[in-house]
């Protein structure tokens, strides 16, 4: 095979004839010289005039360890028919890139198992040239996505570090992919969106999202025939947390030392669920619960209410919440009659769970990806390229690269 032929196979190089080739400091460099039909890149009008030639030097795939080169002369001409005035296209590289299409391509199948950083220590080119073919990349696929087939969505917020930054994210929950990022957090954060969906005609049929009157309010005011489906994981999670609250009031009302500490050493018992309790530990619990009424009746009544979304149908549902509320309004206990009026407020979206089964769960998982991501690429200084990246989060080894 050629020299010609090699650089055309390897390196997209058409239409050049190669010169000569020379290793000079470790580095291997192609001279090559341009043969093609120069035709103006504005109208393709083969009647242009030369003007000049300017040497141009492109990185492109190593060979080994080896840094490779291109070198060429890129003719500069001037069209009689437009007169548009510019270089030729080289055909192997992007106009004002230093690099080839050959190079951009290695580099994004390295960052498939690699981090920014690795893939610049290893190819020897700097952090921000990677960066640059990463988010080019990620910009031809992600400029544009459509939203048409989307039906099902989830929205929560996402920390994104430290000050109390946040983005709002939007789920498809079909694909798991990330169909929108909103600066910030709340309905405002969300004005895109709904912009961008009114124009794709989409038919959301179910949005999940946490008891945020914001997002709610948001939904019901711009997708006004989708069902609000509450998330059960968050509303678990809200009892649990007032539960803790509840038990560390009743530690403090206890006189003696030694129930002080059986209640306090509880908590996390108090929080898991029964069924992931061993032997001992369901002791320990017990022993809590029979020194603090209140404390038992909260616990069983957490209990009860995670058996909420396992009913046989909705019907059934709407009964054992309905029993639930009256249980805890009358416990006597404040945090559980608070609770249980919040539940009564958002009856209707607990229960369209039975019509639409979905959840905030999978953001979860989205969110853990996300904070890999974070680590792995040290943060992000630009902020377009990390939203970027979290649309293409759902090709999870890609994802968690950075």
């Keep these: 095979m050629s020299t010609t032929s090699l650089l055309y196979h390897a390196f997209g190089a058409v239409?050049?004839?190669h010169v000569k080739s020379e290793y000079i400091g470790g580095v291997v460099r192609f001279i090559l010289e341009d043969n093609r039909v120069q035709r103006c890149t504005h109208c393709g009008s083969s009647d242009v005039i030369?003007?000049?030639?300017s040497l141009r030097r492109f990185r492109t795939v190593p060979i080994g360890r080896k840094p490779v080169f291109i070198e060429v002369p890129v003719q500069r001409i001037g069209c009689l028919s437009c007169g548009n005035v510019r270089q030729v296209e080289t055909g192997f590289a992007d106009e004002r890139r230093t690099y080839t299409r050959a190079f951009e391509r290695f580099v994004l199948e390295l960052s498939k198992s690699m981090t920014i950083s690795d893939v610049a220590r290893h190819l020897g080119v700097s952090w921000d040239t990677v960066k640059d073919i990463q988010k080019?990349?990620?910009?031809?696929?992600?400029?544009?996505?459509?939203?048409?087939d989307v039906q099902l969505i989830a929205i929560d917020e996402?920390?994104?570090?430290?000050?109390?930054?946040?983005?709002?994210?939007?789920?498809d929950l079909k694909s798991g992919a990330i169909v929108f990022v909103g600066d910030g957090r709340g309905s405002k954060s969300l004005d895109p969106f709904w912009q961008k969906l009114k124009h794709s005609k989409a038919d959301i049929k179910a949005v999940a999202v946490d008891m945020s009157p914001a997002y709610a309010l948001a939904v019901h005011k711009h997708l006004p025939k989708s069902v609000i489906v509450f998330d059960h994981f968050h509303i678990i999670k809200m009892f649990n947390e007032q539960l803790s609250e509840l038990r560390r009031a009743l530690q403090n009302q206890v006189?003696?030392?030694?129930?002080?500490?059986?209640?306090?050493g509880s908590r996390w018992l108090l929080l898991k669920?029964?069924?992931?309790?061993?032997s001992r530990h369901k002791e320990k619990l017990e022993e809590a619960l029979s020194l603090n009424q209140p404390l038992a009746m909260a616990y069983y009544l957490k209990e009860d209410l995670r058996q909420l979304w396992y009913q046989r149908d909705k019907q059934t549902a709407a009964l054992f919440l309905d029993d639930w509320i009256a249980r805890a309004r009358v416990s006597g206990i404040r945090m559980l009659y608070e609770f249980a009026k919040m539940l009564a407020l958002h009856r209707f979206g607990?229960?369209?769970?039975?019509?639409?089964?979905?959840?905030?769960?999978?953001?979860?998982?989205?969110?853990?990806?996300?904070?890999t991501l974070q680590k792995k690429a040290y943060g992000f200084?630009?902020?377009d390229f990390f939203k970027l990246k979290l649309y293409a989060l759902h090709e999870s080894k890609y994802a968690l690269v950075g």
């Excluded at 996402?158 to 789920?171: A, E, N, P, Q």
């Excluded at 006189?255 to 306090?264: A, F, L, N, Q």
Aim: net charge positive; no cysteine.
């Design 15 to 17: 239409g050049y004839h």
């Design 50 to 53: 030369k003007r000049g030639k």
């Design 136 to 148: 080019r990349n990620l910009e031809r696929r992600y400029a544009h996505i459509s939203l048409r």
């Design 158 to 171: 996402i920390s994104i570090g430290k000050g109390h930054r946040y983005m709002t994210i939007v789920l």
């Design 255 to 264: 006189e003696s030392t030694m129930h002080k500490r059986v209640i306090k």
């Design 273 to 278: 669920a029964s069924e992931n309790l061993s």
């Design 350 to 371: 607990i229960l369209a769970w039975y019509d639409f089964p979905i959840s905030t769960g999978p953001l979860e998982g989205t969110n853990n990806k996300i904070r």
């Design 381 to 383: 200084r630009d902020n």
